[in-house]
């Protein structure tokens, strides 16, 4: 087998069976964006993986090598960039960190991944932002395996995960949509829990208000706001946990929207108060509070404008978290604020007091529901990794919303 793929063209353009494209690799040739047509053409799913292994074990080969390394790593991106299979970029990943040396292997790729100039200037974004995730996705399994194997991975794993962070935080300053939002769900899932969110804080500060407002313009159009939904209902319980900056960029999105688009925003208001209410109580507790602390200021904010059926919606997800411990702390405050209309602070009083909410808002003359018979809702998606969702939503247009 060897004899005949020697006698084959020492070119990716030409590629014509897995074993040929194995031995491009051993020989260093760089996968170039254009010739990746031709293998996806020889080689299904399964055969894309297999190669993508076999370069896990180059890879860990060549640890010492930089110039190999680099050629292998962006003939990778280019692989992982232009697949739409996202289970070809985790077999790699797992491979990776069945390499004897892994951590060696894996602090090459980052670097690597991260600083290395890519030959192809006109695919250079593509390629940087799925570098980027790939890397969020390394940090991602790199934790988990460390989680699960303590005493083989242990300091060296924690090292490991400082220096990816060290390396994301780098490019945080780009202005890339699928980077922002690579960024935005890694530091927010690995900082989660935590009392002083160092990095997933200094994201928000960068750039939060311009990821949030793109995320719900996608939320607003019925071709993205399925992936949109379950982006966002992912990653906001981060927010919420988040520092005072975070909430005011959250709040001031949401009160944006809560006029802008007032029905769907309702709906999102129902979608997130359940997605919450799903959760683990531990898990939650914080980001419950936190929530109900926007609902009121929103709440404040459809009462000076007298929006009623906003308000009906609103005073509806408070209710759903009557439970919570802090409801009954923020009921008080509620009642008290003279800045908020009478009719609306009545109701609060009056939902603190009852078990069936439903009753007391069909009660009040204008706040009853005038609307009958099948409810609108959000579009339904099958759930999708985060790599996916990444991809689709941050190369999308938000020139409009409809």
């Known amino acids: 087998m060897s004899e005949v793929v020697q006698e084959n063209s020492n070119s990716w353009k030409s590629v014509e069976s897995l074993e040929e494209a194995k031995h491009l690799v051993d020989l260093g040739a760089l996968l170039v964006w254009k010739d990746f047509k031709q293998v996806r053409k020889v080689l299904d799913d399964n055969q894309l993986k297999e190669l993508v292994r076999y370069c896990a074990g180059r890879l860990s080969e060549r640890v010492e090598s930089r110039l190999p390394e680099e050629i292998l790593i962006e003939s990778l991106l280019v692989i992982f960039a232009n697949c739409q299979n996202e289970d070809i970029l985790v077999a790699f990943l797992q491979e990776v960190l069945e390499q004897p040396n ?81 960024l935005l769900h890694y530091f927010g899932t690995m900082e989660k829990g935590k009392a002083n969110k160092v990095g997933f804080n200094r994201i928000m500060g960068r750039f939060g208000h311009t990821v949030l407002e793109h995320l719900f313009t996608l939320l607003f159009n019925k071709k993205t706001e399925a992936v949109a939904l379950q982006f966002l209902l992912e990653n906001i319980p981060h927010i919420l946990e988040a520092d005072d900056h975070a909430q005011t960029i959250l709040q001031e999105t949401w009160k944006h929207y809560l006029l802008k688009k007032p029905e769907r925003f309702a709906l999102f208001i129902q979608a997130l108060s359940h997605y919450l209410l799903a959760m683990p109580d531990e898990e939650a507790r914080i980001c419950r509070k936190t929530y109900l602390q926007h ?75 005038s609307k009958r018979g099948r409810k609108p809702s959000f579009a339904k998606t099958d759930k999708t990794r985060v790599i996916y969702q990444v991809k689709f939503l941050g190369t999308q247009q938000t020139a409009k919303a409809s």
């Open 102 to 182: 892994r951590l060696e292997a894996c602090t090459t790729l980052v670097e690597l991944a991260i600083t290395a100039e890519v030959s192809d200037a006109e695919h250079s974004e593509e390629i940087f932002a799925i570098a980027v995730a790939l890397i969020c996705e390394l940090g991602n399994m790199v934790r988990q395996f460390q989680l699960e194997n303590p005493r083989e991975m242990g300091v060296p794993a924690l090292r490991l995960l400082d220096r990816i962070s060290t390396y994301l935080l780098s490019v945080s300053n780009s202005n890339d949509n699928c980077i922002r939002l690579s």
């Open 295 to 369: 609902l009121a200021l929103l709440l404040k904010k459809v009462a000076e404008v007298d929006h009623r059926e906003l308000g009906r919606e609103i005073l509806g997800a408070m209710a759903s978290f009557a439970r919570e411990p802090f409801f009954k702390e923020l009921v008080p405050m509620i009642v008290r604020d003279s800045s908020i209309r009478d009719s609306f602070r009545t109701l609060v009083a009056k939902m603190a007091n009852t078990s069936d909410v439903e009753s007391v808002l069909e009660e009040a003359d204008s706040f009853r529901s």
